[in-house]
């Protein structure tokens, strides 16, 4: 069965700096697709940044970026320049081709002023 | 366009009840999935559906059900409510059904079991 796992559990980070959320996943399967969702206060999941499996390039948005290391099972998020809107959930997230969701527990950011 | 609309915000049950939690999509999305989420086990995928039909399930007892009708819209169901039902539900809907397929999630329905 697949896992996903974010060993941070909380992070701070300073405005204005870089910080990086871990994740690992553990699956037999060749093609699928990785996530990060960010959950604020409002609760409502909100997609930051996915990454094909069959893809060698790391995905990037703006001031997000992802390091994916595929033998290694590794998928971290990389956030620039932070913001303090940029306080949330953040969720990795897991997708096979059946399309079942399989989701980290959560790494709560704060983003200190 | 608007979002993905889930109703009610907030539902409080007792143990034994039924509830209904309905899902509607984004405009033009035709597959939306359902997600519990507690405290205590993350987020975990319910089910998908994608025109009419169940495309997916996780690993939750038959008291958890759902259906999609032809406009898209969904409703998830669950019977003989548990204290551990309490969760938030998430809906989230795309275009088409597939792993590439981006999910746009709603604002989730707080279902607490007194």
């Known amino acids: 069965a697949q896992t996903v796992t974010q060993s941070q559990p909380e992070m701070s980070v300073q405005e204005a700096e870089t910080v990086t959320l871990s994740c690992t996943y553990d699956?037999?399967?060749?093609?699928?697709?990785l996530f990060w969702y960010k959950q604020p206060p409002s609760r409502q999941m909100i997609l930051v940044i996915r990454?094909?499996?069959?893809?060698?390039q790391n995905a990037t948005e703006n001031r997000f970026s992802v390091n994916f290391q595929k033998a290694a099972k590794s998928f971290s998020l990389k956030i620039s320049d932070s913001q303090l809107g940029d306080a949330a959930m953040y969720f990795c997230?897991?997708?096979?081709?059946?399309?079942?969701?399989?989701f980290g527990s959560g790494t709560k950011l704060n983003v200190k002023p | 366009k608007a979002g993905v609309t889930q109703t009610p915000r907030y539902l409080i049950k007792t143990r034994g009840q039924q509830v209904t939690l309905s899902c509607s999509p984004i405009?033009?999305?035709?597959?939306v999935s359902w997600y519990q989420q507690t405290p205590g086990q993350g987020l975990q995928f319910l089910f998908e559906?994608?025109?009419?039909?169940?495309?997916n399930k996780g690993n939750f007892p038959g008291r958890f059900s759902g259906r999609q009708f032809s406009n898209s819209r969904s409703e998830m169901n669950v019977s003989t409510l548990e204290l551990g039902d309490s969760a938030l539900y998430l809906c989230?809907?795309?275009?088409?059904?597939?792993?590439?397929?981006?999910?746009?999630f709603g604002d989730g329905t707080r279902l607490s079991i007194l």
């Open positions: 990454q094909e499996a069959y893809k060698q």
């Open positions: 559906y994608f025109s009419e039909t169940q495309r």
């Open positions: 405009s033009g999305h035709r597959s």
């Open positions: 989230a809907s795309s275009l088409e059904s597939g792993a590439n397929q981006p999910q746009h």
């Open positions: 699956t037999s399967e060749s093609d699928y697709y």
């Open positions: 997230a897991y997708v096979n081709n059946f399309n079942k969701f399989y």
